[in-house]
């Protein structure tokens, strides 16, 4: 890269169509008629969508852009684009570029392929995607190529939401209004709308690329199937935060460069706990544009991890032994006037406002644990919740001393203040004051509070924010809803607006106290803890979508318009059919290197073992320990030959999925076993695979 691109680059935003593109782009009446549209929600006049689309095209040609895409995002789990060429042709011949409004608004991709949970026969082609004006478009530039990607929603022929952002646009204006209701009831007739915002950290591994196409479990299922865990993983904490290695720098640097260009706001880069894990966060956005720059980024990961000869390993669990990668989702709410809802202030007591959001928020948790569990439930996150500091799928809320002595003090009606803030004493005279934070950290909670946001850190690495924020917006504004009615009862048997609504914080402390822990989690399953009895604690996929299609789901979503009854039912059978499909891959993947790599490199050694003239009784023993793993072997693969067959043979998803579940808690437990018994056995200079040590040691400096 010339030094003029790298000055380029830092020009924030330059490859994106943001507000200050448009004031140079559009003309003056289009474009504050835009941003009414995207910060009032007002709608756009279709007659402006013409000056939108050519301002959009002009500045994407003199970029380098050739075509135009809509961006959007099926329930794949990925984004899907298709490219259309800038070029027309008038009847005498003439070609020349043109991009109209229609064009920009709406588009139809062939859809046949892309899941609908029994919405819609294959047969039945059509998807239609529609331009989202409050997410801004941008170039995406990949091998000298340039196109404009508009960010848009997706739904089928019958107006059937098809995707990520439909659902998650649609929660926000339900949040809003339920927040702007309890807003205007404490006296704040200026609030207009709320808006959600989400902050997003991103874990990921970069492995060797060259080592990674030599392990089929990883390109084929993302994750290592088996491995015989090194002598040194992540015990010393030495990876930690550590120094970045060159060739991972080199990756951080592209990548920055990337997102700078695109708007993206990458705050944060360090070393994650496991070897070759590593962590990037982004500045906080409101959650519709975080959820797009996230599955944004994630393919600008992949494509500078390809730069520099790596490969971008965004499962949630891909190596044992050593911490899973997660997505913390920082969530908080601000006004239309930028104050974020969450932060306490200094004297948190005495700030009522932010006692009744925060109460909401615990209230939502308690009501829909279950559903905030199906919202990041998937075959990744089964291997990684609960293990190596990873949250539990069982969902709690963690506070911090000082907010929970808040809330129990306002349960016996004591309104005294708390402490003041501590100061931190470290002995040292020429270090400044430092104030202790009215929290601690507590890295088992899947879902604390930390400071002036909540942190959802049960999501998984590799999927959309999009639904789990839909479901998050949802459960807290049926939360506001409930707390807005019970304050207007209130009120009309209160002395003052003060006395109803600490009445009204009392009672829903006291209906949402068992969701509130403030431990270790990994404990959180003993009877001996009082919430345990309270908090839904499925134990797999197949078991915790369930949630999903329960009366109180449908009702939740219907309410606010979000999705139907028939569109949940839906969004349940293709996350019933993902799960089963890549655990079917996960099967199959094992089999193939059972039989096609192991056993025959087994047989070979153990040829050649035979071949020992005047061997020790010691070592016939343990060739024929050798002996016995390898027929074990000989006999998983057969089970596994019918295990294939009897999932290939079921249609319910529901079945197919549970057997699935079982077949992975079982036979390929039993199989990672014979694997690992026979790479003990083959040592590194005979094992055909690398291994732990090669994959998770390749940058050591």
């Not at 969508?49 to 995002?73: C, D, P, R, V």
């Not at 026969?121 to 059509?126: K, L, Q």
């Not at 000869?309 to 969530?331: D, M």
Request: with cysteine.
């Amino acid at each position: 890269m010339t030094a003029h691109e790298i000055k380029h680059s830092m020009d924030f935003g330059c490859l994106s169509f943001n507000r200050n593109v448009m004031r140079d782009r559009l003309p003056q009446d289009v474009f504050f008629a835009l941003q009414k549209t995207i910060e009032n929600h007002e709608p756009l006049d279709p007659k402006l969508a013409n000056a939108i689309a050519h301002g959009m095209k002009e500045w994407a040609i003199e970029l380098g852009a050739t075509h135009y895409s809509h961006w959007f995002q099926p329930l794949t789990g990925f984004t899907a684009e298709k490219h259309d060429s800038f070029l027309t042709q008038d009847p005498d011949g003439t070609v020349f570029a043109r991009f109209s409004g229609n064009q920009l608004i709406m588009s139809e991709p062939d859809a046949s392929s892309f899941p609908s949970g029994g919405m819609r026969s294959t047969f039945e082609a059509r998807g239609y995607t529609a331009w989202d004006p409050s997410s801004p478009a941008f170039i995406l530039k990949q091998n000298g190529a340039a196109t404009l990607c508009i960010p848009s929603v997706y739904f089928s022929y019958n107006g059937e939401a098809l995707d990520e952002k439909t659902p998650l646009l649609r929660s926000c204006e339900v949040i809003s209004r339920a927040a702007v209701r309890l807003l205007h009831l404490l006296g704040k007739k200026d609030i207009t709308h709320i808006q959600p915002m989400v902050g997003a950290e991103q874990e990921f591994f970069l492995i060797d690329k060259d080592l990674f196409l030599q392990r089929p479990d990883l390109v084929f299922c993302g994750r290592t199937l088996f491995g015989c865990e090194p002598p040194k993983g992540q015990q010393m904490d030495d990876h930690y935060f550590g120094s970045i290695p060159k060739s991972v720098m080199l990756f951080f640097t592209q990548l920055e460069i990337r997102a700078r260009q695109l708007g993206i706001p990458i705050k944060t880069r360090h070393n994650e706990v496991a070897p070759q894990q590593y962590e990037v966060a982004c500045l906080h956005e409101h959650v519709n544009i975080a959820c797009d720059h996230n599955l944004l980024l994630m393919e600008l990961m992949r494509l500078s991890a390809a730069e520099t000869n790596c490969t971008l390993i965004l499962h949630e669990k891909p190596f044992t032994g050593v911490n899973g990668s997660g997505k913390h989702n920082n969530w908080s709410l601000m006004d239309n006037h930028g104050h974020n809802l969450l932060d306490p202030g200094k004297e948190p007591m005495e700030n009522l406002q932010f006692l009744l959001f925060l109460i909401a928020v615990v209230q939502a948790v308690h009501d829909h644990a279950d559903l905030l569990q199906a919202s990041v439930a998937g075959a990744g996150n089964d291997l990684r919740l609960g293990a190596c500091e990873a949250p539990p799928a069982q969902i709690s809320v963690f506070l911090g001393k000082q907010l929970n002595s808040i809330l129990d003090r306002i349960e016996k009606g004591d309104r005294s203040n708390p402490e003041k803030i501590k100061i931190l004493d470290l002995g040292l005279n020429h270090l400044p004051q430092i104030n202790i934070d009215n929290t601690d950290r507590n890295r088992t909670s899947p879902f604390a509070f930390t400071g002036n946001k909540f942190e959802f850190r049960a999501v998984s690495s590799s999927m959309p924010l999009g639904f789990p924020n839909t479901v998050l917006n949802l459960a807290v504004s049926d939360a506001l809803d409930k707390i807005c009615d019970h304050l207007q009862h209130s009120v009309s048997s209160s002395n003052s607006l003060e006395d109803a609504v600490l009445d009204t914080i009392k009672h829903f402390c006291l209906s949402s106290r068992a969701i509130r822990f403030e431990g270790d989690n990994y404990e959180i399953n003993r009877d001996k803890l009082p919430c345990a009895t309270r908090i839904p604690n499925a134990c797999s996929t197949p078991d915790t979508l369930h949630a999903l299609i329960s009366d109180k789901c449908i009702r939740l979503f219907s309410k606010g318009n979000v999705l139907t009854g028939e569109e949940l039912i839906a969004r349940h059978r293709i996350k019933l059919d993902i799960y089963a499909k890549q655990t079917g891959i996960e099967l199959e993947a094992m089999r193939y290197i059972m039989q096609s790599c192991l056993l025959p490199q087994g047989l070979k050694c153990l040829r050649q073992y035979r071949q020992i003239d005047s061997a020790t009784k010691e070592i016939v023993e343990y060739i024929n320990d050798f002996e016995l793993d390898l027929a074990g072997m000989i006999k998983l693969i057969a089970i596994l030959d019918q295990a294939v067959l009897d999932y290939k043979s079921i249609s319910d998803d529901q079945r197919r999925a549970i057997l699935m579940a079982e077949l992975r808690n079982g036979l390929l437990s039993e199989c990672k076993q014979s694997c690992e018994g026979i790479e003990r056995f083959l040592g590194r200079s005979d094992f055909p695979l690398p291994s732990y040590h090669d994959l998770l040691f390749s940058f050591v400096r």
